[in-house]
């Protein structure tokens, strides 16, 4: 299949994804055909540094955790200077599903705490966190790297306050 006719929902993504593409678009321009919505995703080929500004994507990029396991996964580039997680929404990929670390108002709860640590095949927080991340795809602006505390939630939208949970 070509590359030009892949479609796929972003919460599918997989590491060999990343392999064919390392940059994802969100087609928002076929968002209302069918089987489509505002989370798919299609590979963007890219041409030396791609620019956040001209479309939303995801890049891939590499994590390292606490205890030093290199893991696969993706953020999106912010567009301006608002480098927050909850703007790069960085998301581990694993053979057992992806790992997302800002949840919004949304709390996961403990049980799916424990399922995240068990796709990362991990058994304490102190192996994980801190996870440092970088995207492995030249940017216009750098690249888009930062430090994951834990499991992100917002508890108050109006003043961007949030609570880690490991």
């Known amino acids: ?3 030009s006719r892949i479609r796929k929902q972003i919460d599918q993504l997989t590491a060999q994804d990343f392999n064919i593409a390392s940059v994802w678009e969100f087609a928002l321009d076929e968002e209302g055909e069918d089987g489509q919505d505002e ?3 299609r590979p963007y ?4 540094r791609l620019d956040p500004s001209r479309g ?8 390292a955790l606490a ?5 696969q996964g993706y953020a999106t580039p912010p567009i301006q200077d608002d480098d927050g997680l909850g703007t790069i929404q ?3 990929l694993t ?7 800002w949840f919004g108002v949304i709390d996961p709860g403990t049980s799916f705490i424990s399922e995240l ?3 990362l095949g991990k058994s304490s927080s102190t192996q994980v966190f801190p996870i440092r991340f970088q995207s492995a795809v030249q940017l216009a602006r750098g690249a888009v790297r930062g430090e994951i505390p834990g499991f992100i939630i917002l508890e108050d939208f109006k003043s961007g306050r949030t609570r880690v949970v490991t």
Do not use: E, H
């Open 67 to 71: 205890d030093g396991t290199i893991l």
């Open 39 to 41: 989370a798919t995703v």
């Open 45 to 48: 080929d890219v041409d030396g």
């Open 117 to 119: 640590y068990s796709r």
């Open 56 to 63: 939303m994507y995801v890049v891939r990029a590499r994590f």
């Open 1 to 3: 299949m070509s590359l």
């Open 95 to 101: 053979p057992k599903g992806q790992v997302q670390f």
């Open 90 to 92: 960085p998301v581990i």
